[in-house]
Nanobody, 129 residues
Framework: QLQVVESGGGLVQPGGSLRLSCTAS????????IGWFRQAPGKEREGVSC????????KYADSVKGRFTISRDNAKNTVYLQMNSLKPEDTAIYYC??????????????????????WGQGTQVTVSS
């Protein structure tokens, strides 16, 4: 069964950091672009970041630029989202999703969920004092 699994969420104080992980099961991520999305209560799902299969392209929502960093370690079959300087408005369930196999190693889609075939169950991030 092909699936991705998120981990690393939790409760953190404003200004703190968390690192989310997205690990693939049943397939290798080498030829997949990965996106991170989040959904807060009562709000629409938002594309946070994405990374192409080659890591040559990364994209970020304006709300997280300069604070979040996406990276991947294909040897570990894992994509990371390092989140620093967290704010209460970052509170949401965070989902990773895989798009592929892709023909281009330099393409990823941040603002739309349509290309993504495999989704995780999500991990809760709560930023609160």
């Amino acid at each position: 069964q092909l699936q991705v699994v998120e981990s690393g969420g939790g409760l953190v104080q404003p200004g703190g950091s968390l690192r989310l992980s997205c690990t693939a099961s049943g397939f290798t991520l080498d030829y997949y672009a990965i996106g991170w999305f989040r959904q807060a209560p009562g709000k629409e799902r938002e594309g946070v970041s994405c990374i192409s299969s080659s890591s040559g392209t990364t994209k970020y929502a304006d709300s997280v630029k300069g604070r979040f960093t996406i990276s991947r370690d294909n040897a570990k079959n894992t994509v990371y989202l390092q989140m620093n300087s967290l704010k209460p408005e970052d509170t949401a369930i965070y989902y990773c999703a895989a798009d592929g196999p892709v023909y281009s190693g330099n393409v990823c889609y941040r603002s739309t969920a349509l290309p993504y075939d495999y989704w995780g169950q999500g991990t809760q991030v709560t930023v609160s004092s």
